[in-house]
């Protein structure tokens, strides 16, 4: 007999999502049942406030362009001036070309250095096709966390920003990710931690099939380097007071364009839609649903809004797209 | 089991990292089984923290350490040994 599909009354997860249980008598998942997230603020805000590098850059920033990292690249920057930034926009060769104009004005606003980061095109081309194929080669909860072809492209970014603060002895590298995305508002790094960092997404990346992957992941000889300089990734907007909503009227505010062809989840990237399409029909699990869940917990997100985002029909135009330029026969 | 690898266990079933119905033998690898990435570790570290009322240093954070059950109940008791 099929089980009855159970709804969390409070966030959007729902029993269809592996390892998702709705308590019958509460009507809550396991995550609003353990209550909001805990977070060292204080701790964080000191991070920010007191580490600085020793060379030309405090802080990697990882600058998509979408709505989120423009808020948060603004609101670093007006907490502390201070801050000596390079923020690098990694091109996956599926990046907006809005998401590059607003990339380069807030860099421009903020009085941060601009960097665009660019691989092998035909390399990328092959790992999102191959993460586009792949079944099961992330664990199941990174699978409720992203899509296959997000992990990918997000592991990629983490062991190029890392790359980047070591070769410019940057202490910090901040991203922003959401409650969802991540739940610990700052990691430390280690030398033997960033080797098994290494050494996790390049099994990831094998168990795709991408065998010869040295450009995407840290040189080993910078690793060997860092010694004991301190190094901390930070997510600031899990320290900040935010609604997900006010981000974008914040934005538009500060001269931020949305992407005419992007679909309404992501404001930057082109790949998304098939992503999440490509996510659904694989696993049956919306990639956004776990994340904007979170936002809904946290109070930063109306659930309206969040069944809204994951009822959304996805950007055929996009899908097509996405299908051509990686070669993907549609099915 | 002793109880700090059942801890372990049942936070990794209520997080959804473990089927409901699945075992882990204390040697068993949580990266290679397919039950960690990197930002599962970060939330396992933060929940021994927390659970335990310890600091784990950053440079014990190793294959060695925290890849098995049996790693993670031997630095967690060395912690708690320390533990002033």
């Given at each position: 007999?099929?089980?009855?599909?159970?709804?969390?009354?409070?966030?959007?997860?729902?029993?269809?999502?592996?390892?998702?249980?709705?308590?019958?008598?509460?009507?809550?998942?396991?995550?609003?049942?353990?209550?909001?997230?805990?977070?060292?603020?204080?701790?964080?805000?000191?991070?920010?406030?007191?580490?600085?590098g020793?060379?030309?850059?405090?802080?990697?920033?990882?600058?998509?362009?979408?709505?989120?990292?423009?808020?948060?690249?603004?609101?670093?920057?007006?907490?502390?001036?201070?801050?000596?930034?390079?923020?690098?926009?990694?091109?996956?060769?599926?990046?907006?070309?809005s998401?590059v104009?607003?990339?380069?004005?807030?860099?421009?606003?903020?009085?941060?250095?601009?960097?665009?980061?660019?691989?092998?095109?035909?390399?990328?081309?092959?790992?999102?096709?191959?993460?586009?194929?792949?079944?099961?080669a992330y664990?199941?909860?990174?699978?409720?966390?992203?899509?296959?072809?997000?992990?990918?492209?997000?592991?990629?970014?983490?062991q190029?920003?890392?790359?980047?603060?070591?070769?410019?002895?940057?202490?910090?590298?901040?991203?922003?990710?959401?409650?969802?995305?991540?739940?610990s508002?700052?990691?430390?790094?280690?030398?033997?931690?960033?080797?098994?960092?290494?050494?996790?997404?390049?099994k990831?990346l094998?168990?795709?099939?991408?065998?010869?992957?040295d450009?995407?992941?840290?040189?080993?000889?910078?690793?060997?380097?860092?010694g004991?300089?301190?190094?901390i990734?930070?997510?600031?907007?899990?320290?900040?007071?935010?609604?997900?909503?006010?981000?974008?009227?914040?934005?538009?505010?500060?001269?931020?364009?949305?992407?005419?062809?992007?679909?309404?989840?992501?404001?930057n990237?082109?790949?998304?839609?098939?992503?999440?399409?490509?996510h659904?029909?694989?696993?049956?699990?919306?990639?956004?649903?776990?994340?904007?869940?979170?936002?809904?917990?946290?109070?930063?997100?109306?659930r309206?809004?969040?069944?809204?985002?994951?009822?959304?029909?996805?950007?055929?135009?996009?899908?097509?797209?996405?299908?051509?330029?990686?070669?993907?026969?549609?099915? | 089991?002793?109880?700090i690898?059942?801890?372990?266990?049942?936070?990794?079933?209520?997080?959804?990292?473990?089927?409901?119905?699945?075992?882990?033998?204390?040697?068993?690898?949580?990266?290679?089984?397919?039950?960690?990435?990197?930002?599962?570790?970060?939330?396992?570290?933060d929940?021994?923290?927390?659970?335990?009322?310890?600091?784990?240093?950053?440079?014990?954070?190793?294959?060695?350490?925290?890849?098995?059950?049996?790693?993670?109940e031997?630095?967690?008791?060395?912690?708690?040994?320390?533990?002033?």
């Open positions: 007999m099929k089980e009855k599909l159970a709804q969390c009354r409070r966030c959007i997860l729902d029993s269809r999502t592996p390892g998702i249980t709705i308590n019958p008598h509460t009507g809550l998942c396991q995550w609003c049942e353990q209550g909001p997230l805990k977070t060292a603020t204080e701790e964080a805000n000191r991070i920010l406030a007191t580490t600085r020793g060379g030309e850059v405090d802080a990697i920033f990882a600058l998509s362009g979408g709505k989120d990292s423009c808020y948060t690249l603004y609101r670093l920057k007006e907490e502390y001036p201070d801050l000596r930034i390079l923020a690098v926009q990694f091109d996956n060769g599926f990046i907006a070309d998401a104009e607003n990339a380069q004005q807030f860099c421009h606003k903020t009085g941060s250095t601009f960097l665009s980061l660019s691989l092998d095109p035909l390399l990328l081309q092959t790992v999102f096709r191959r993460a586009a194929e792949s079944i099961n664990p199941v909860a990174a699978r409720i966390r992203a899509s296959d072809i997000c992990n990918t492209c997000i592991g990629i970014v983490k190029k920003l890392i790359e980047l603060a070591l070769v410019h002895h940057a202490p910090l590298i901040v991203f922003a990710f959401s409650p969802g995305q991540t739940t508002p700052f990691v430390r790094l280690s030398a033997v931690y960033l080797r098994w960092f290494r050494n996790m997404f390049q990831e094998e168990a795709m099939g991408v065998k010869n992957n450009e995407l992941l840290i040189p080993p000889e910078l690793i060997e380097a860092q004991k300089r301190e190094m990734i930070v997510h600031p907007l899990l320290i900040w007071d935010y609604h997900k909503e006010q981000v974008e009227q914040a934005v538009v505010t500060m001269g931020w364009k949305r992407p005419e062809l992007a679909d309404k989840i992501s404001t990237c082109l790949l998304n839609a098939f992503a999440n399409d490509n659904i029909r694989k696993y049956g699990i919306h990639p956004y649903a776990f994340d904007l869940a979170a936002l809904v917990r946290e109070g930063r997100l109306s309206e809004e969040a069944l809204r985002n994951v009822n959304m029909e996805q950007s055929q135009d996009l899908i097509q797209y996405a299908h051509e330029k990686l070669s993907i026969i549609r099915k | 089991m002793d109880h690898q059942a801890d372990l266990t049942n936070y990794l079933r209520s997080m959804a990292f473990l089927p409901k119905d699945a075992t882990l033998d204390p040697k068993d690898s949580l990266t290679s089984a397919g039950i960690i990435d990197s930002i599962g570790l970060i939330q396992l570290i929940f021994i923290d927390e659970k335990y009322q310890i600091q784990v240093p950053v440079d014990w954070v190793s294959p060695e350490n925290f890849d098995t059950l049996e790693g993670i031997r630095v967690i008791k060395k912690l708690l040994q320390e533990k002033p």
